[in-house]
């Protein structure tokens, strides 16, 4: 049997084998390197509040501190208080307790508040008694008629304007009863004279009756005194005099001045013989 012969280097088939890329290492740099070698790196931890207990300690002794500081300075007088309310009664004494030595006084940090005084009450003063004249007390005369005192007269005045109207000498039934309150003080003292005084303004007047106003004055105080006499007032304690408007309270020309210048005045007064040889 024949033995194949072998081919020739012609008659082979090439067989091509890739040529392999040789491979570039990349380098790294130095710098890289020893920065990589001796760095730390760093991590980020959460916050803790350990500084809050240490800044709480602080406070806590500086307020320990004042405290310890007040009650060594104890109060300014430098007095302990003292307790100013009585004890209770005991029924049985109590044995006396063996004296010992006295304990050291602490101060107190609250200084010491005082006790409430208790002030008595105290009454409202009594409203001073009505001034009166023998025994008569004139806040019952009223509104309508003023009293004047003086050293050796009391006056009493009354405007015109409720004894009698306007130009006339005839009393008003309004006027009445004001006098007829003056009639008990003025028979208090029968020694003592009666003067009946008429007064108008300067307003003019002039009638058939009343020609000017010394008759309307005169008219008025005879009006007055004629009343007081039917009213149980001695005749001879009265006199009736008219001024007319020589004796003005107020100003002459002003309309509610003129009103205070109509009145009529009754004095109580001694009699000059009384005068001149007093009590």
Wanted: hydrophobic share 40%.
């Amino acid at each position: 049997m024949d033995k194949p012969k072998p081919l020739a280097a012609d008659s082979m088939p090439a067989t091509i084998h890739p040529v392999p890329t040789p491979t570039r290492t990349p380098r790294v740099s130095t710098s890289v390197g020893r920065y990589r070698r001796w760095h730390v790196d760093t991590r980020a931890e959460p916050e803790e509040d350990g500084w809050l207990i240490t800044y709480l300690d602080v406070i806590t002794l500086i307020l320990v501190l004042m405290v310890v500081m007040l009650a060594m300075s104890g109060p300014k007088d430098g007095k302990k208080p003292t307790d100013t309310a009585p004890a209770p009664a005991q029924a049985t004494a109590a044995p006396e307790a063996p004296a010992t030595a006295p304990a050291p006084a602490v101060a107190s940090i609250v200084p010491p508040v005082p006790l409430p005084v208790t002030v008595p009450a105290t009454e409202a003063p009594a409203p001073p008694p009505p001034q009166t004249i023998n025994g008569f007390p004139l806040d019952q005369l009223g509104n309508d008629i003023v009293v004047t005192l003086e050293d050796d007269a009391v006056r009493f005045r009354i405007s015109s304007e409720i004894l009698f109207d306007s130009g006339a000498a005839g009393l008003t039934g309004s006027g009445h009863p004001v006098l007829d309150r003056l009639i008990p003080l003025l028979n208090a003292d029968p020694d003592l004279r009666l003067v009946v005084e008429g007064h108008t303004d300067s307003m003019p007047i002039s009638s058939e009756r009343f020609p000017s106003n010394w008759e309307l004055s005169t008219a008025r105080a005879a009006s007055v005194a004629r009343y007081l006499i039917e009213r149980g007032v001695a005749p001879q304690r009265v006199q009736a005099s008219g001024f007319a408007d020589t004796r003005p309270l107020a100003a002459r020309d002003n309309p509610v001045d003129r009103v205070h210048n109509r009145r009529v005045e009754l004095t109580m007064e001694r009699s000059p013989k009384d005068k001149a040889h007093p009590r």
